[in-house]
């Protein structure tokens, strides 16, 4: 089956524009008629729930955390980007489109990503306007820096907080709607099901956390913005809570997944201690701007780093990228650090690290301008290492960070299935293989303030309102269904715990499906998936009851999606048998080592087609067309 | 090393709670605090025991979620650290460790070490923020701010909302929160027209919800793992006195001032 993504007609410049006039609108005073499900709190939920009750809509807004609050978007650290040029240096709506095209490695629908160009400045205006407190000159004017996979300044941003700073606007503009009784909130409840009836999407299945009871909830539309699925991995820099449940059952239910082979290894990340270690924490890829990574040029040598001369250093990123330097994007960086420790170069106890180096900076700065510039992600660091990077340059190593894949949605976020819109790193569709640095918040704050509040209306706007009830007998079905589930995962009593899976399945995936994959190894992780699998539906122990706040269940029911999702990601990197961005192939490599595209027979989008439990999933594709950009080796040299 | 721990152990609100000690052998200090927790639990599964229930999300110490009140102080003994960045390197092998929730009257227990903190969502939902509705913004750099205000501003809003600094006042007090939001928005253009109506919304949200009054213990800004300073405190006195004598947030109007 081929895709259609519902492009409109028209010069790329004014296809966005020219839809917007196109769309069906819905007339205010009907707007209150239409309920609206929004699951997940984080910058593109929150904005969009907020947005869409300003409008006029009924929206139900749920989070499984205690708080809308505490979304990760809020740990996101670096900045937003955005076109507007303030520091004068080249940039324009067309440059910071074509530098995502081409960090995306040329893999993302070029229409979406010239709409998020176009939209990245009214965000600023928007989060400015809310009392975001952005960096400033001296002159009270907006500051900007440089970040990865860029030649120009264009990130704005809050000391190393921006993520926290822009979700704290969305959460307040939620909050507000909240007050006003435009929204209501369920924080502390999880999604565990979509319900679709006559082929569209009409509303959820619930757990409440604290109670555990199960709860239908119906609308006109549901939108998903439930983040990424890097926690497949096991370890990566997302918050504990994050999972892929709700987008995996929505598959399940008939929607399209996307891309699932693309996930971002961050290069800047603190290194595994030991086999306690519960999670990664990221250190913002701003400070590659004033940091030089390096690793000794001896295989081996265990000196000190103050103790190696310059001359026995190898600065690979500058050596190997001139142009940018140790700004190159992140799946570079990653792919880099990894070769030079894999050939027994790297740095710390384990190996597995690098050097990221202050000195420099230091030395034509001052301590106190690196102070002012990331005096928070140092205290970090020095918290969990004890080591004082003003002093000692940093470990860093790469780690699973975010996932470009998720589910597959048309020009208007909505996803194959009518009614059902995906937003934010929950969708698949602005970064291609590879997301360059800044670009998360500023695509989930585009989906949530300026996409879905117009989109959404030209479909509320063909549907009648209020038709499906809560007591729709496939409500009952389904509801039915999660509670067997739930049912099944308490009565197994087996010998291993929720967490020993979720290990054991996310180290299979970074060692087959991590940094670089290849057939072979994606073979032998699809070989040993089902009777992962198997063993997780017969021994694992899930303690205590359903009718209480159990956090052991609540990971059981998220580590059976992993497991299953598991299959989805190595099928997917298995069939795209070339290397782009972040998904790299072995086999498909320059003379130099870098990422060999294959545009011939893989310039598409694949979007996976549930088919049932004991089939394999049918691959859909939609093939992408560049016809403003032209398709090159993306290079940084 | 080896540790015991004196956990509180509660099956839910409306159960009384009570100390249970637990040993923790072999404890690797680069662990974190969490980490620490997370191998008992573990533990107490394999063991057909309830596992310790315990908030937390990002362990990165941004999100706010981790509420552990470790050895009587909320976040336990590092200055400007939350329980999540908290390692076992600062404990000592032989040590007993009490681990308790936050206590407060605004704060209900759900279970063992979770407690109810909406109360401060209901606060801001009265006032924390600035009404502009998605699409009326003017361009950004329209208004100026001086840079001091800006990180003075940014110096208020790096608050988690984890509630640390109710837990660790003698009258749990929700001053330094509620002074956070209020402080970041008096202190830039945009938040002067709802200045006034804001201030006197939030404080008596506050009230209503059951938070104590400051005595100026200043135990809030010693716990806050995010160092806000009390000084934000005086700042909210000196908004609050300012909105009652204005005219356009005389008190009456205070209820439905926000709307």
Redesign the interface.
């Known amino acids: 089956m081929t895709l259609d993504a519902r492009v409109p007609a028209g010069l790329l410049h004014e296809k966005w524009d020219n839809h917007k006039f196109n769309m069906k609108l819905v007339s205010p005073a009907n707007k209150r008629k239409y309920k609206v499900i929004v699951v997940g709190t984080g910058l593109a939920g929150a904005s969009a729930a907020a947005s869409l009750a300003e409008l006029g809509y009924q929206v139900d807004s749920f989070c499984f955390q205690d708080s809308p609050r505490r979304a990760h978007s809020i740990a996101a650290q670096g900045g937003i980007n955005a076109a507007k040029n303030y520091p004068n240096d080249g940039d324009s709506i067309r440059r910071l489109f074509y530098d995502t095209i081409k960090g995306g490695d040329f893999r993302a629908r070029e229409e979406n990503v010239y709409r998020l160009a176009q939209i990245s400045n009214s965000i600023i205006d928007q989060c400015v306007a809310q009392g975001v407190p952005f960096a400033r000159e001296y002159s009270g004017y907006l500051a900007n820096r440089s970040f990865g996979g860029s030649q120009v300044s264009r990130t704005f941003y809050a000391r190393g907080q921006t993520g926290q700073q822009l979700l704290l606007g969305a959460y307040q503009a939620l909050a507000r709607a909240i007050h006003l009784k435009q929204v209501t909130m369920y924080p502390r409840t999880e999604m565990l099901d979509l319900v679709v009836v006559d082929g569209a999407a009409k509303g959820i299945i619930v757990r409440d956390l604290i109670t555990g009871q199960i709860r239908r909830h119906a609308a006109d539309a549901v939108v998903l913005a439930t983040g990424g699925y890097g926690n497949a991995f096991y370890l990566s820099t997302n918050a504990k809570g994050c999972n892929v449940t709700a987008t995996y059952r929505a598959y399940k239910r008939g929607a399209f997944f996307a891309n699932p082979c693309y996930t971002q290894i961050h290069p800047t990340c603190i290194p595994v201690s030991g086999d306690y270690q519960s999670k990664l924490t990221l250190m913002s890829e701003s400070l590659r701007n004033d940091g030089r990574i390096w690793v000794p040029k001896q295989k081996g040598d265990k000196r000190p780093p103050q103790e190696i001369p310059e001359a026995e250093r190898d600065y690979y990123l500058e050596r190997k990228y001139p142009s940018y330097g140790n700004l190159a994007p992140r799946d570079i960086s990653s792919r880099s650090a990894k070769e030079v420790c894999d050939e027994g170069r790297g740095v710390g106890e384990t190996g597995l690290g690098v050097y990221l180096d202050f000195a420099d900076a230091i030395k034509r700065l001052g301590e106190s301008v690196i102070r002012e510039r990331y005096s928070n992600l140092i205290q970090m660091y020095e918290k969990i290492t004890g080591e004082n990077p003003y002093k000692v340059p940093m470990r860093i190593y790469p780690a699973v960070h975010y996932t470009m894949g998720g589910l597959w949605v048309d020009y208007n976020l909505m996803s194959n299935l009518p009614g059902l819109y995906v937003l934010g790193e929950a969708n698949f569709s602005d970064h291609g293989a590879n997301r360059l640095g800044a670009s998360a918040l500023m695509q989930g704050l585009a989906d949530g303030y300026f996409i879905l509040p117009y989109t959404i209306g030209d479909y509320l706007a063909r549907t009648k309102p209020g038709v499906i009830s809560a007591s729709h007998p496939e409500f009952l079905k389904i509801e039915t269904e999660v509670k067997d589930q739930i049912n099944r995962l308490l009565s197994i009593n087996g010998k291993r715990t929720v967490d020993d899976f979720h290990r054991q399945i996310g180290k299979l995936l970074w060692d087959y499906c991590g940094m670089a994959r290849n057939e072979l190894g994606l073979k032998q992780a699809l070989a040993q998936i089902p009777g992962i699998r198997k063993e997780f539906w017969s021994n694992v122990k899930v303690s205590g009851s359903n009718e209480s706040l159990n956090q052991s269940l609540e990971k059981a029911g998220r580590v059976a999606d992993f497991i299953d999702f598991a299959e989805l990601l190595c099928l997917d990197a298995l069939q795209r048998a070339e290397s782009c961005g972040g998904h790299f192939r072995t086999e498909s490599q320059t003379s130099e080592g870098e990422a060999k595209r294959d545009d011939t027979k893989f310039c598409y989008v694949s979007a996976w087609e549930y088919q049932g439990a004991d089939c394999s999933p049918r691959l859909n594709q939609e093939p992408l067309s560049f016809e403003n950009v032209h398709l090159a080796e993306r290079s940084y040299k | 090393m080896d540790l015991k721990l004196k956990v509180w152990r509660q099956?839910?609100s409306a159960s009384k709670g009570k100390f249970e000690i637990y040993n923790a052998p072999n404890i690797?200090p680069?662990?974190?605090f969490?980490?620490?927790l997370?191998?008992i639990n573990?533990d107490?599964?394999?063991a057909?025991?309830?596992?310790i229930?315990f908030?937390?999300?990002?362990?990165?110490?941004?999100?706010?979620?981790c509420s552990l009140t470790v050895d009587g102080k909320p976040h336990g003994p590092?200055k400007?650290?939350t329980a999540c960045?908290l390692?076992m390197?600062h404990f000592k092998h032989g040590n007993t460790i009490t681990v308790e929730p936050w206590r407060a009257k605004a704060f209900p227990v759900?279970?063992d070490l979770?407690v109810?903190?909406?109360a401060?969502?209901r606060i801001?939902?009265?006032g924390?923020?600035?009404?502009?509705?998605?699409?009326?913004?003017?361009?950004?750099?329209m208004?100026?701010?001086?840079?001091h205000a800006?990180?003075s501003?940014?110096d208020s809003?790096?608050c988690?909302?984890c509630g640390a600094c109710v837990a660790a006042c003698p009258n749990a007090s929700g001053m330094l929160f509620v002074a956070a939001k209020v402080s970041?928005?008096a202190l830039?253009p945009?938040?002067q027209v709802e200045r006034e109506k804001r201030v006197l919304s939030m404080v008596r949200t506050m009230d209503d919800e059951n938070f104590g009054n400051c005595t100026n213990h200043y135990e809030c800004e010693a716990a806050c793992p995010k160092e806000i300073s009390v000084g934000f405190i005086a700042k909210m006195n000196r908004e609050y006195l300012r909105a009652s004598l204005c005219d356009s947030g005389s008190a009456g109007n205070t209820k439905d001032a926000?709307?």
Do not use: W
């Open positions: 099956k839910d690797n680069h662990m974190s969490l980490e620490m997370d191998v573990e107490l599964i394999h057909n025991q309830d596992p229930a908030d937390h999300d990002c362990r990165e110490g941004i999100c706010g979620a590092e400007g650290t960045q390692h390197r759900i279970k979770i109810d903190r909406s401060f969502d801001i939902e009265s924390g923020y600035v009404s502009v509705n998605t699409g009326s913004a003017p361009e950004a750099n208004s100026p701010v001086p840079k800006a990180d501003a940014m809003a790096a988690i909302g970041q928005l830039l945009q938040g926000v709307n």
